[in-house]
């Protein structure tokens, strides 16, 4: 193929212009004359060489040194001297939503030996390098954090720690080893988090700084400093570290604790550590043991000589207790007794304790009484403080559980070893409520000297130790003693019981027979009653039938005296036969009646007159009524009197009596025999 290559003057001129462009283009991005920088990025200058020299001290070149240069450069196209400088790209630094960003100076003025932490005073901008430096930055770790947001920061004299990444240029070994270190003390400590505290957590944060002046000689808590907002030096709960020192405060442990909320600290200037709240319960009180505070005159009065009370506020006991409710109390600051203020048992017994525990290292008292047994004692206190008190008790004895044990044991267990020595076992069993009445009266006196109030003393029931048996015996012996009292009363009260059975089943049988008797009267009246009746009725028939014939006959002789004399004569045969039918049927009826009167009359005779058969009937239903009712002859248990001849008087034996001393009356009475011939 052939190509024409005649180009004219004109063709050859501009293409010298061109390649004349292009070598200057190359040279001059060679040379690093011109660059272009993205928006989303910067560009870190570094002078490779200069009419000033080298940087004499220092990282950056704040005089137009060769070295790192303060300023850096944004998104644009930008010129420099041919081959004077070499640009250094890197990213925005990017500090994410709800997190924190650390920063770390290369240059600036060194930390003095008493600081721990870069101060930001006046040089607080990171993101104007020159400015910094000129202000009086200072290298190392900064105090001041990045919160969320997008940077400009020149990364060679700042290095920013983030949670995802580390933004610096040019690290060499030792120093990216340093600053992940750093980053891992940081992330221990969650300090690319801000603190957050909820309140449905009953959380409190204890803040210890590690940054500012060291706390004076024998104070252990550093104290609280311009914490009101309207104070200019208000540091917002160690939020702004620069202020919080320069209110005065110091490092250690703060008295001023985080409430509920969120907070963002820089770890590296101080720490939290989160600490339930103090919850005092209803019924109890809180007393306050600050270990720091300010020096306070007792103010308990020269009437107690026990140990001092203060003021709240003050180092020491405070005089006013906490009442119930929620504290952020700092409990590395002081410490809470809690108190109970409602009534409590202390038990002196192994098997059972009180849910406070205040009792759980008591036993029962060990007892020697009067007559040599070693019974066991178990014994209940009910007591009671007063809230008021509450402060004076602690201020005395430390807390509830040491007055307990080493004021309440003794004393109590001593007080009823005393009482033991004058008491036999059976005194301190049957006198056991006199001798709790006694010892809650001597008792509580000894108790408000403590500042106590003792409400009452209970005493169970002694009891022998283990493998102990002589006072089961002494109880096996009173048990059996009161059983033979009790069996004697039992038996007095059977025998009046016996006695009154008696009596009344006898007045029963009486009246059963008196109304025997009273039946056997009313036949007797009854049948003499009939007598008299048929008697009477027979004799009424009688007259009747004389008056018909007198009726009769008087008719027949008016009707004709001729046949009169006819019909009289038969009259009268007629009469007479009436009459003597009359007085024959008369005589039939009394004759009968005789009869009946005359057998009676015998049978009672035969009985030995009215009065035998009366007894005798009476004998007849008493055997019935024994016999129906199934009743002993002779009574299972017989109490009775006896006389000179020794007789008992009994129902049965009293009938027999009776007919005997009637008949004896008849013989004495009968008219005597006619001698024999």
Known sequence: MDYNLNWTAADWHIALIVLAVVAALVLLRLSGAVRYMPNDRIGIPEKLWSFRGSIEGGFIALKGEAGYQPDIIRGGLHFFVP??????TANLVTIPQGQIGYVFARDGKALPPTQTLASNTEADDFQDTRGFLMKGGQKGPQRKILREGTYAINLAQFVVLTEQRTYAINLSTSEATLFDEMKHLIAERS???????KDSEDLIGIVTIHDGPALADGEIIAPTVANDPQNPLFHNNFQDPEKFLQAGGYRGRQLQVLADGSYYLNRLFATVELVEKTIIDVGTVGVVVSYTGRLSADISGSAYRHGELVEKGARGVWSTPLLPGKYAFNTYA????IVPTTNFVLKWTKEQSGEHKLDENL?????????????VLPLSVVVHIDYMKAPMVVQRFGDIKRLVEQTLDPMVSAYFKNIAQTKTLIQLLQERNEIQRTSGEEMREKFAAYSLELQEVLIGTPRA??????IETILAQLRDRQVAVEKVETYKLQEIAAVQERTLREKQALAEQQARITSSMLAIEVSENEGKAKLALTRQEAETIQVQAKAEAERQKLSGQGEADRIKYVAQAEAERIKLTGL???EKVRAVGLAEAEATEKKVSAFGGPDYQLNSQVLMRFAEAIENGKLPLVPQIQVGTSGGNGSANGLVEMLLSMLVADKARKELSAPPAPPAE
């Open 83 to 88: 081959f004077q400088y070499s640009l250094h």
């Open 191 to 197: 300090g690319f988090q801000p603190v957050v505290i």
């Open 334 to 337: 002081g410490s809470i007794v």
């Open 363 to 375: 036993s029962e008292v060990s007892l020697i009484t009067r007559d040599a047994f070693e019974p």
């Open 465 to 470: 130790e283990q493998g102990q048996g002589a």
């Open 584 to 586: 024959a049927d008369a």
